[in-house]
């Protein structure tokens, strides 16, 4: 399997080489050349191979997925690599990913029980393990460079961290995180751990790694990864939940389901859309968004418009604070034929220069929901506490307020006889705040994380400004 650019350039590369590599160097999104087709009978055997979620079957359900896109790692080592992530002792749940019934085909799908409850775990634990694997067997070592609006953070410093030939530099908007998210990240002592709360939002944050990133002689001599789910490594280990999901709510391989996933840089998302190419019987895709609504705005008229920092809403869902999507390319790319050239000019010159696209003209755009299944929805702060009163009192289940704007949106696209798999975004503790102006009670907290917001803390506060930050790194980064 060989990996190109969105945005067109002609080199073709395996996946081991764009693990380490993140942004292509056109400034594209690596995808692969063709999504593999699950037909019929493997996705029989796949549902066998997941086992109703027995101890043991997600791993392996996680390997099938990832042999399809990675054949640069030998199937023995992939497979332990597999095993080694996916464990009860780390998920809590010998499923990994279970599934909690709200009503009748209406569902949550449980990706927040591993180290920082939040779903990014589910594919930065993976990541974490293919990083030193693969620098290990290079001899090499790795400046991590990445951007968080709460979430991606703490999921890649807790599975970085101690991890040989691994340095880690994580941004994140100053002041814009819960109490919560701060301390899991800013509390952490770790030698190769560096964050860095960046005076702006998470789109001046975002902006900084891709400028870096697209610094290709900085990018070289540095050693810089990504992270972010501009990586396909991370983007391609979401994938798996999505057919892990789908095996719980369903009984046979004919049923078909609709997922509803909270969306801010489209990431999370956009794994159910590889999951879909590859014959995965979903069908709709259902995007919620916050305030911050560029995705629904999209996906209604056809105009993608990215706002600026002082128009990027400050919510009570802050992960979803993102007026830029990234992954959003990587659609558009398959939406447009993938036609990279065009894909440059429209996020390369049009964003730049005008802030916005329109596709509302073009006939693809219609193929957004008739081909692709996407639809969308928004979500608003009185939503999220209804919601959560809502779910609270008839299903005595507390959920965070990303997952109570999918919760809100999905009840909009319900159709029936059709299961809805309302994708889990973290557990409610990481927002407090607002769970105890909800239901005037704070929410349930594991034991490992009392006191956590009185911890000390190392964080080094600086200017939105790329030189500054690679000042930074070239201060503190692993020598070349």
């Not at 398959?334 to 596709?359: C, M, Y």
Request: charged share 20%; glycine share 8%.
């Amino acid at each position: 399997m060989l990996y190109l650019s969105t945005r067109g350039q002609a080199d073709r590369k395996h996946f081991c080489e764009i693990l380490l590599e993140g942004l292509a160097p056109d400034g594209g999104l690596y995808l692969p050349e063709r999504y593999p087709q699950v037909e019929a009978a493997t996705l029989a055997r796949w549902r066998t191979v997941f086992n109703g979620g027995a101890p043991g079957g997600y791993a392996a359900l996680a390997f099938e997925v990832l042999s399809l896109y990675i054949d640069d790692i030998p199937a023995a080592d992939l497979k332990a690599l597999c095993d080694k992530t996916y464990t009860e002792a780390v998920y809590g749940n010998a499923a990994i990913v279970p599934l909690k019934q709200l009503d009748d085909g209406f569902y949550l799908e449980a990706l927040s029980n591993g180290p920082t409850l939040a779903f990014k775990d589910m594919a930065m634990q993976l990541l974490g393990n293919l990083f030193e694997y693969e620098l290990a067997r290079r001899g090499e070592e790795l400046n991590i460079l990445g951007a968080t609006s709460g979430d991606t953070g703490s999921a890649a410093e807790y599975a970085m961290r101690g991890k040989k030939g691994v340095r880690v530099f994580m941004l994140s908007p100053h002041g814009r995180m819960s109490p919560f998210q701060q301390a899991q990240m800013f509390s952490l002592m770790d030698e190769n751990i560096h964050n860095i709360a960046i005076e702006g939002v998470f789109d001046d944050c975002q902006d900084i790694v891709k400028a870096v990133s697209n610094d290709l002689a900085f990018k070289r001599q540095y050693k810089i990864g990504t992270v972010n789910s501009i990586n396909w490594a991370r983007l391609l280990a979401q994938v798996v939940y999505y057919f892990a999901g789908y095996f719980q709510a369903t009984t046979d391989d004919t049923q078909q389901v609709s997922f509803t996933v909270p969306s801010g840089n489209f990431g999370n998302v956009c794994a159910g859309h590889v999951a879909r190419q590859m014959g995965l019987p979903i069908q709709q895709l259902v995007v919620a968004t916050n305030e911050n609504d560029v995705l629904d705005e999209f996906f209604r008229t056809g105009v993608y418009r990215v706002r600026a920092s002082a128009d990027t809403h400050e919510t009570s869902s802050p992960s979803m604070d993102i007026s830029k999507a990234s992954n959003f390319e990587r659609f558009v790319f398959d939406l447009l034929g993938r036609d990279g050239e065009r894909v440059k000019a429209l996020f390369g010159t049009a964003l730049s220069q005008a802030g916005r696209f329109d596709l509302s003209g073009d006939p693809a755009f219609a193929d957004a929901a008739s081909r692709y299944g996407f639809v969308s929805g928004k979500s608003t702060h009185a939503d999220r506490l209804a919601t959560i009163k809502a779910t609270d009192a008839e299903h005595g289940v507390v959920i965070d307020t990303h997952t109570a704007d999918g919760v809100k949106v999905a009840r909009e696209h319900l159709r029936a006889g059709l299961p809805m798999l309302v994708l889990e975004t973290a557990l409610p503790i990481k927002f407090a705040e607002t769970i105890v102006e909800a239901l005037g009670r704070e929410p349930d907290r594991p034991a490992k994380f009392e006191g956590i917001e009185a911890l000390p803390k190392r964080v080094h506060k600086m200017p939105a400004d790329t030189q500054a930050v690679q000042a930074y790194i070239v201060e503190h980064c692993v020598h070349p």
